[in-house]
């Protein structure tokens, strides 16, 4: 099927609830490949639960109920004997929050490589300068691999989580409000890193600021309250959005 | 596959402790609740003729002893256990607290033939010279257990006060209250339900106390009439004859462990209980 | 009534409380010092180092040393898989419900119950049961049953207080459970989990009451773990209450609360190097 070279996942009516409480309606959405997909909403709007679910950390939420597909490749990623290891090392995650391991910054980014069998030191080593180079953080921390990741400062340890996630090669990333607590200069720094990371990755970024979205992305999706609104390219969404819904949302009328 | 495999394990292991808790149950019964029915209940439980060579199997004296060696720990060890705690929950500034609580919980370590040499080379003596009698008394052992315990109820009742809301202080204090009188009318009455729990666990740790209990109290088989006398406990009987018991004696020994077990759950059912009701 | 000036009386409970504490703590310092006083002149390398001779009248401690160790050994041998396997289980593998609270009541009843119970357990089944007779071996395994609520719970602790998000990083890198578990929760966890496991020996060391029933209390130094031996403690508390030699049961207390102070302090400062990690 020729769609899936330009989509790198699609999901097909996909219906979350928690418990009794909905928590996405019916949702259908083609993530394009080597692009970076914007998802923006007011708090509870259903795009964390989205994010969690393409690689299924959702599995850690009782009480979760999941109806619908989700294709990655072609390939239903929600089917119960699929392997989510593997998944998820496809699929990286960076979270709100910089999450370094309480390790030295070379054993954060050869963490996951060395359990899924890279033990090669050289290659461990390539990877690892590679991820950080892409980063956009080799040249701030080359001197001081082995020192403790904590000691970064926190644009410095998200940048390094987004280096986690390239060291396992993975193919999507996916960035739940990844400088929400970051200053401008840090933000900026990310947000160059992404744009240069996008020729090999495809890239879902879900944040909260709809300036960041507008800066950055090739294709935005509005969410609000479980339900995607819009979907389409950011001059559409910004300048002449279809749903009443989404002008008032990126004119700053709630939110 | 495998992460199946070390779900199961891991569930396995983590039945040790109550599978452990059921077989010491069964064997402790088993070993001992023949021997109870053969002397019959009345006979073994409300009489105090111990001569289990000769088959008598009266426990009376030693349940008794028992009883009176834990109240009396209590009655000299809460006071001052109470007073620790709300000195350090409440007058202790924070930094003195790291250093002061770990100290008190130190009292905790140290070995229990230790505390009954030490009643026995200081405190027997003493006894016996101000206030008469052999000084291996129910009156050394209450005060050695009044000691022991004093760690368990202080640190569980430091937990409790602490566990009050601010609010509460803040209240009082800002009707004008002083600082002890906040906390005798407002914290303590909110602290009670964590600060008997403390006092439960203290009881069941002074009643199943063996060793200083066997240095210091002397060991008479008899029920005492006074604080002076010397007692034996169940935990003691036990300990002093186990060695060359045979028999229904053995037995008898473990019908005694019967009767102590049944008082410690009780306790420990009870504390359970309290804690959960807050 | 006399009425007292609140002020007033809130200035004499002070006193008293702060008394009473001061009186508590002197206690403690009192037995420290009373043992040492008298018992730190009895030690020497020889004490140490060579066997007791003639019921402990002369010679040393050695083989109490010995028999001490093989026993804690063997003690934590079976508790530490059960205790931390019980915590991880309670923590990583179930949610709070029926099969948690039957486990917790069972932990908390088995803290509860007193040593001289566990002995007669250990009595009846590893030494007449299963015919190992007094051993290290049976002392060890009732010992165990001791240990297994205090390291359960600190284990359990210590695991809970590490932050969720390190196990949400190790999955969204497609790390499996158990390699989570093994890789990221559990050495994060350690300084805590040794905290309990220090403490354990420390309970252990001063233990008479569980090991005398089931180790029995030969003076030989023990070839296997299936001969008797004598502990640190069971040692201490014959010769006190047999008057066998004053001097050698001050040496030998002195010894048995050096030691439980050293434990003490470095389970102490573990539990703080665990603390700064985590806050």
């Excluded at chain 1, 996909?14 to 959405?29: D, F, K, P, R």
């Excluded at chain 1, 400088?179 to 879900?206: C, M």
């Excluded at chain 3, 932050?163 to 994060?188: C, D, M, N």
Aim: with cysteine; net charge positive; hydrophobic share 50%.
């Amino acid at each position: 099927m020729p769609e899936f070279d330009q989509n790198k996942i699609q999901v097909k009516e996909l219906t979350v609830l928690y418990g009794n409480e909905s928590s996405l309606q019916s949702i259908s959405l083609d993530v394009p490949k080597n692009q970076i997909t914007g998802i923006m909403g007011p708090s509870n709007s259903g795009k964390s639960t989205l994010l969690r679910i393409l690689n299924r950390l959702s599995d850690l939420i009782p009480n979760i109920l999941i109806r619908g597909k989700v294709y990655l490749d072609g390939e239903d990623i929600l089917r119960s004997h699929y392997d989510v290891n593997r998944l998820r090392a496809r699929v990286g995650m960076v979270f709100a929050k910089p999450i370094p391991l309480p390790r030295s910054i070379y054993e954060n980014l050869t963490f996951g490589p060395k359990i899924h069998g890279l033990k090669e030191r050289r290659r461990l080593d390539e990877r690892v300068e590679q991820s950080l180079r892409a980063a956009i953080l080799w040249d701030e921390v080359k001197d001081r691999l082995f020192e403790s990741a904590l000691n970064l400062s926190g644009g410095q340890q998200q940048r390094l989580c987004i280096a986690r996630t390239l060291a396992m090669q993975s193919e999507v990333i996916l960035l739940d409000e990844p400088t929400s607590g970051l200053d401008p200069i840090s933000t900026a720094k990310i947000e160059e890193a992404l744009r240069s990371l996008k020729k090999d990755y495809t890239i879902i970024l879900v944040s909260n600021n709809t300036k960041q979205i507008a800066r950055i992305s090739d294709k935005v999706a509005f969410f609000l309250m479980g339900d995607l609104v819009e979907y389409g390219p950011p001059d559409k969404l910004f300048t002449s959005p279809a749903d009443k819904r989404t002008e008032d949302y990126v004119s700053g009328r709630f939110g | 596959m495998k992460e199946k495999v070390i779900e199961k394990i891991l569930t396995l292991l983590a039945f040790s402790a109550i599978s452990i808790l059921l077989l010491i149950t069964a064997f402790i019964f088993k070993e001992g609740f023949p021997l109870i029915l053969k002397a019959g209940i009345n006979d073994f439980l409300f009489s105090a003729k111990w001569a289990p060579t000769k088959g008598h199997f009266g426990i009376l004296s030693m349940v008794i002893s028992s009883l009176a060696v834990t109240f009396g720990s209590i009655v000299m060890g809460v006071p001052l256990a109470l007073a620790c705690a709300i000195t350090l929950a409440e007058f202790c500034p924070p930094r003195l607290l790291v250093f002061l609580k770990p100290t008190i919980e130190l009292l905790a370590g140290i070995p229990s033939v230790v505390f009954g040499f030490l009643g026995v080379i200081l405190l027997v003596p003493l006894i016996r010279e101000y206030l008469g009698g052999p000084g291996l008394s129910l009156l050394a052992a209450s005060i050695i257990l009044a000691i022991m315990i004093l760690p368990t109820i202080t640190s569980i009742s430091i937990d409790a006060i602490q566990a009050v809301p601010l609010l509460y202080k803040e209240g009082a204090l800002a009707m004008g209250a002083t600082h002890w009188q906040a906390i005798r009318l407002v914290i303590l009455p909110a602290a009670r339900s964590g600060v008997v729990t403390a006092i439960i666990l203290g009881m069941a740790r002074a009643i199943g106390e063996t060793m200083a209990v066997i240095m210091v109290a002397g060991n008479a088989l008899k029920i005492p009439v006074s604080i002076l006398d010397p007692v034996r406990t169940l935990t003691s009987t036990i300990a002093l004859e186990m060695g060359y018991s045979a028999g229904d004696h053995r037995t008898a020994l473990f019908a005694a462990g019967i009767i102590l077990f049944i008082f410690i759950m009780g306790l420990n059912i009870l504390a359970n209980a309290l804690m959960r009701k807050k | 009534m006399m009425h007292i000036n609140p002020t007033l009386s809130q200035k004499i409970m002070k006193v008293l409380l702060w008394g009473l504490t001061g009186l508590t703590i002197g206690i403690l310092f009192f037995i420290i010092f009373f043992i040492f006083f008298n018992g730190l002149p009895q030690i020497s390398w020889t004490f140490l180092s060579s066997n007791p001779v003639d019921m402990g009248r002369s010679g040393g401690i050695w083989a109490t040393i010995v028999s001490t160790v093989y026993l804690i050994g063997i003690a934590l041998f079976f508790a530490t898989p059960l205790g931390l396997g019980t915590a991880i289980f309670l923590t990583e593998y179930t949610r709070e419900g029926l099969i948690t609270k039957i486990i917790r009541f069972g932990t908390e009843s088995l803290a509860g119950i007193p040593s001289i119970i566990l002995g007669l357990f250990g009595f009846a089944i590893f030494v007449m049961a299963f015919g190992w007779g007094w051993s290290l071996l049976s002392g060890g395994l009732t010992l165990s049953t001791m240990l297994l609520p205090t390291i359960i719970r600190t284990s359990e602790e210590s695991i809970l207080a590490v932050p969720r998000e390190y196990r949400e990083v190790a999955f969204s890198l497609g790390v499996g459970k158990w390699k989570t578990i093994t890789r990221v929760v559990l050495p994060s966890a350690l300084p805590g989990i040794m905290t309990g496991i220090v403490l354990s020996i420390a309970r252990s060391v001063g233990e008479t009451a569980v090991i005398i029933f089931t180790a029995g209390s030969s003076l030989r130094f023990p070839e296997s773990i299936f001969e008797s031996g004598r502990t640190l403690a069971v040692h201490f508390y014959i010769l006190a209450r047999e008057g066998i030699s004053m001097s050698m049961a001050y040496g030998t207390a002195a010894i048995l609360v050096l030691l439980i102070l050293i434990i003490n302090i470095s389970a102490y400062l573990l539990m703080r190097m665990f603390m700064k990690k985590f806050s």
